[in-house]
Each structure stands twice: as C-alpha cells, then as structure tokens.
C-alpha cells in the first residue's frame, strides 16, 4: 500500500510545506539522505502553544508532537517532488518539548510523533530519537521535531 494511501485511510492530508522562518531552507538532500529542519506545532487551528508541566498535560504534548511529524511529512513531500511515496524510512527524530525544569515525560510527548509515523509507514517509519527538554520554543510552541529520511 502506498503511503499516500495508508495517510488518506487515517484520515490526514498533507498540508503545504511550512515556509522556513528565517534565513535557512526546509531540507538539506545530501544523496539519498534528507535532513529536515524543525518543524513547530501547528495545525489547522494554528499554533499549538503551552509548557509541558505547567499549562499542558501529556497528551496534549502528545497531539502537538503528532502535528509536527505531519509537518515533516510534508517537508518530505516537497523535497520529492510531490511524491510522498519516495520516502524509504525515517531516520532519526530529534524532539524539543517545552516544558518546565522539573518536568520529565519528554519521551512520552515525543511518542505522538513516533507512534503517528508507525502507524502511517509501518516498519519503514521505525527510527532512532531523542527527546529532550527546553525552557522555551518559537512561538511558545509546545513541540517542535527535525528529522533525519533516507528517500529514493
């Protein structure tokens, strides 16, 4: 089944691709390897903003971190050409979560992300990750993700 096709049956079209916010390119494509800048929670109804451990419980974090890995999506579809369907694997994740000192469920927000790409590409969305803290994010956003695809 197409990755197009597993995204249409749950229910997610891609957005555009996010523009880049500042003085840097969206993707880097270095042979079959494409590094994609972060990407921020933002959905259709906009930013998704808040501080994990204060004003966010973990499943909104969670949510958050889903809308960026559809974002990344999108970087990829852009850097093919349109065709999502050249996307071989994901790599790797890198997530930040806003979210105070004292807060240590990243790997629990980050999961949305994950289990997001799993669930679209099967054994093909499998990757390595990190998730770490940070005081603060662009925007006050709650989430924002890069991420590492090899591609055909």
């Given at each position: 089944?197409?990755?197009?096709?597993?995204?249409?049956?749950?229910?997610?079209?891609?957005?555009?691709?996010?523009?880049?916010?500042?003085?840097?390119?969206?993707?880097?494509?270095?042979?079959?390897?494409?590094?994609?800048?972060?990407?921020?929670?933002?959905?259709p109804d906009g930013l998704v903003t808040g501080k994990l451990g204060a004003d966010m419980q973990v499943e909104g974090g969670a949510a958050a971190a889903r809308l960026c890995a559809i974002s990344l999506l999108a970087q990829v579809k852009a850097a093919c050409g349109?065709?999502?369907?050249?996307?071989?694997?994901?790599?790797?994740?890198?997530?930040f979560v806003n979210s105070t000192a004292d807060f240590t469920d990243q790997p629990k927000v980050i999961n949305g992300a994950s289990d997001f790409l799993v669930e679209a590409l099967g054994d093909a969305g499998r990757h390595a990750r990190s998730a770490v803290s940070a005081a603060s994010l662009p925007l006050g956003v709650a989430v924002e993700i890069e991420g590492i695809f090899e591609i055909k």
């Open positions: 089944m197409s990755i197009a096709s597993r995204l249409a049956d749950l229910g997610v079209s891609l957005p555009d691709a996010p523009a880049p916010a500042a003085n840097y390119v969206p993707f880097v494509q270095v042979g079959s390897t494409l590094y994609v800048s972060g990407q921020i929670s933002n959905g349109g065709d999502i369907d050249r996307l071989n694997r994901v790599v790797k994740l890198t997530g």
